[in-house]
């Protein structure tokens, strides 16, 4: 199928549309092999995607786990802004799947915590992963300075860069950029490529010069999510404003 994206007249729509797709391909993988591995991206541009996943009656969650890929370090699951917390609350609590595996940015050694993941993620197939795009261009927090397409890591320490720090205030996760941490712990760019399909929800105007970078652009370190484009079965969920700058609307 290779790599495509669809634009929609709301961000609803696109949610739903995307929800139907990766509902689609949890399906299968239960089907075919008995569970599936999904690793889920958090953030405000993924709310009305789960929202719409997750009020769906007819996947088969008792046999999904899941993943996530990333996390501040540092940072305890209670915290509004955790990633542990959004994925519990949005996802985990309203359909109980078979297991949830979480990153503990708050482990008192990140190496070790990159290493007992890095074996959780790697114990078999993933068949799906939800990404995002940030404003940046970056795709779970593998931020351009950091980010590297021949990764050897699956999981490792990142520090986050001023662009990156300014979108979490900007989206109200923060009081304040001091407030945001500068380090999290991030699947890097070949984990997430590892997974067998991809469902990429990225709405909204602040959006759209990363998804032109993306979709139009060089494909490069420099913009993260470009490397989308190389995986065998990507799929970008677009509104009208995050795809106001594309050349051709699909």
């Known amino acids: 199928m290779g790599f495509s994206w669809q634009v929609f007249d709301s961000r609803q729509q696109l949610g739903e549309a995307a929800a139907a797709r990766a509902a689609e391909l949890i399906r299968s993988a239960v089907a075919q092999r008995g569970r599936a591995r999904v690793i889920v991206a958090t953030g405000n541009s993924q709310l009305a995607f789960i929202d719409a996943l997750t009020a769906m009656q007819d996947i088969p969650w008792e046999a999904t786990e899941i993943f996530h890929m990333d996390e501040y370090a540092g940072m305890p699951d209670t915290h509004p802004a955790s990633f542990r917390k959004w994925i519990r609350e949005r996802v985990v609590d309203k359909v109980r799947p078979a297991a949830a595996h979480y990153i503990n940015g708050d482990a008192p050694e990140l190496k070790a915590e990159c290493e007992r993941y890095t074996l959780l993620l790697n114990a078999a197939p993933v068949d799906l992963a939800f990404v995002g795009i940030g404003e940046n261009g970056h795709i779970a927090f593998n931020d351009p300075h950091v980010a590297n397409f021949r990764d050897p890591l699956t999981i490792k320490v990142v520090d986050l860069d001023e662009a990156c720090r300014k979108q979490q205030v900007g989206e109200g996760h923060f009081p304040s950029f001091e407030s945001v941490p500068r380090e999290a712990l991030t699947l890097t760019c070949p984990a997430l490529m590892r997974a067998e399909h991809l469902v990429c929800c990225v709405p909204d105007a602040r959006k759209a010069n990363a998804v032109k970078c993306s979709v139009e652009g060089p494909i490069g370190e420099a ?27 699909a």
């Open 223 to 249: 913009c993260p999510g470009s490397l989308l484009r190389t995986h065998p079965d990507a799929t970008l969920y677009l509104d009208r404003q995050s795809a106001s700058l594309l050349a051709r609307s």
